[in-house]
């Protein structure tokens, strides 16, 4: 069984630009996480999907932070326009209800 | 509102000798706790956890960690380490479960041949 994947592994980008991060949750389940670690500080909540719903999004620091789980399958990140405080790693996972939640291996945002 | 304390930010131990991570969490309200492991380039792997029950909980690779909840603790322990287990360990909360986890900053644990 495939495991949650997250595309790119690694992006740069500029200050100003658009990015857009994707993750593949495992099949079948219903419960979608963001979490972000930003430079040698503590992973934190994002927000949460439950199938195309946002549940919480609590965690989301601004408005140039969208994200979109069309259909209930993959989830897309979108930062516009990033900024310089916007670097670290950006951690996906998934569960199904109440059930172990599985980690993708992140992808690694670099805004210069 | 939760957190958690990871006070130690790197430990440096030899192969084969015991290691103990700590993890202190604040909450005012019933919680469950987890570590998680991140391999080198790895994503975060579910090492324990805590939901109920007995307060020592056994995980994978030889790792336990045991529930205090008088001194709000939560130290992860492995008798004999092994040069397979440096990685980075992050002590979590939650009080709903999986969801809207809590992490701590993180201890990476460098073993010494």
């Known amino acids: 069984e495939a495991g949650v994947t997250q595309f790119p592994s690694h992006s740069v980008i500029e200050k100003g630009q658009t990015v857009t991060l994707r993750c593949d949750p495992i099949?079948?389940?219903?419960?979608l996480y963001w979490y972000r670690r930003v430079m040698g500080k503590e992973i934190k909540f994002l927000l949460h999907?439950?199938?195309?719903?946002?549940?919480?999004e609590s965690g989301m620091p601004n408005n140039r932070f969208l994200a979109e789980r069309t259909g209930g399958t993959y989830s897309t990140l979108k930062v516009q326009p990033a900024e310089l405080e916007d670097s670290g790693v950006y951690f996906c996972?998934?569960?199904?209800?109440?059930?172990?939640?599985?980690f993708g291996q992140g992808t690694r945002l670099t805004v210069v | 509102a939760q957190s958690v304390t990871q006070l130690d930010s790197q430990v440096p131990v030899f192969e084969e000798a015991p290691v103990e991570l700590r993890c202190n969490y604040s909450?005012?309200?019933?919680?469950?706790l987890f570590w998680y492991v991140q391999y080198p380039n790895q994503g975060l792997q579910l090492l324990l956890k805590y939901l109920s029950g007995s307060t020592l909980v056994k995980g994978i690779n030889g790792f336990e960690a045991e529930f205090n909840k008088s001194q709000t603790s939560f130290h992860l322990r492995k008798p004999s380490v092994h040069i397979s287990d440096t990685a980075e360990y992050f002590c979590a909360v939650s009080v709903g479960g999986y969801q809207k986890v809590t992490f701590g900053t993180g201890t990476k644990l460098q073993v010494i041949p």
């Open positions: 099949s079948g389940h219903d419960n």
């Open positions: 999907f439950v199938k195309e719903s946002k549940q919480d």
């Open positions: 996972a998934s569960s199904q209800e109440l059930q172990q939640a599985f």
């Open positions: 909450s005012s309200v019933s919680v469950y």
